[in-house]
């Protein structure tokens, strides 16, 4: 089973400036099949990030995806207020469980 | 564009069978493009995968739930349920119905979630 952990735990920034979540693997992931989410309170998780860099439809260029093997990043280029939530990273590798990170959490 | 609605009993006792159904709209149950999925959320905490079925009726599960769960689905009525037997507060959580797809290997439509209590 894939282990995925995210750093940091929580993340203090301000509007404009520039976010780097990551996500690390306990061993490589297939085929750089890794997913970002996004959850605001009260709401369900939002696909950003799939294929490790792929953004999904309707979102923003200012999220990009990198990464492959172990490491994985998402980038927030220059924060907007909605911008502030908990994010996901999440793989499924050849069985399950399909597994998600801890989350990273957002924050002003 | 595919939209998922749980419903279900918002309460649980202990030690009974916790019961919840996905209504599938804006898409087929039997394309084959998705992987109709279950996936919870203790308060306050992660995300936590409980299983899926494909339209074949193929179903995987997470080993750690896989003893007390079971995922169906009615093509008929467009939807697709989850029973989880032998619940505890453990298992209190919102639960939500959503797709997974092969072809982007990530979870694309997602319900809204209902919260499930456990609790005599």
């Known amino acids: 089973e894939i282990v995925l952990t995210q750093s940091p735990g929580t993340l203090s920034l301000s509007p404009g400036e520039r976010a780097t979540l990551s996500c690390r693997a306990n061993q490589s992931v297939r085929y750089t099949y890794l997913a970002w989410y996004q959850q605001k309170p009260g709401q369900a998780p939002r696909l950003l990030i799939y294929g490790a860099s792929s953004r999904a439809t309707g979102i923003p260029d200012r999220f990009s995806g990198s990464g492959s093997g172990t490491d994985f990043t998402l980038t927030i280029s220059r924060l907007e207020p909605e911008d502030f939530a908990v994010y996901y990273c999440q793989h499924y590798g050849s069985s399950p469980p399909y597994t998600f990170g801890q989350g990273t959490k957002l924050e002003i | ?120």
Not at chain 2, 65 to 75: G, K
């Open chain 2, 1 to 120: 564009q595919v939209q998922l609605q749980e419903s279900g009993p918002g309460l649980v006792k202990p030690s009974q069978t916790l019961s919840l159904t996905c209504t599938v709209s804006g898409g087929s149950i039997d394309s084959g493009a998705f992987y109709w999925s279950w996936i919870r959320q203790h308060p306050g905490k992660g995300l936590e995968w409980i299983g899926n079925i494909y339209f074949s009726g193929k179903t995987q599960y997470n080993p750690s739930l896989e003893s007390r769960v079971t995922i169906s689905l009615d093509s008929y009525k467009s939807e697709f349920s989850l029973k989880l037997s032998s619940v505890t507060a453990a298992d209190t959580a919102v639960y939500y119905c959503a797709t997974y797809s092969a072809y982007d290997a990530a979870f694309d439509y997602w319900g809204q979630g209902t919260l499930v209590t456990v609790s005599s």
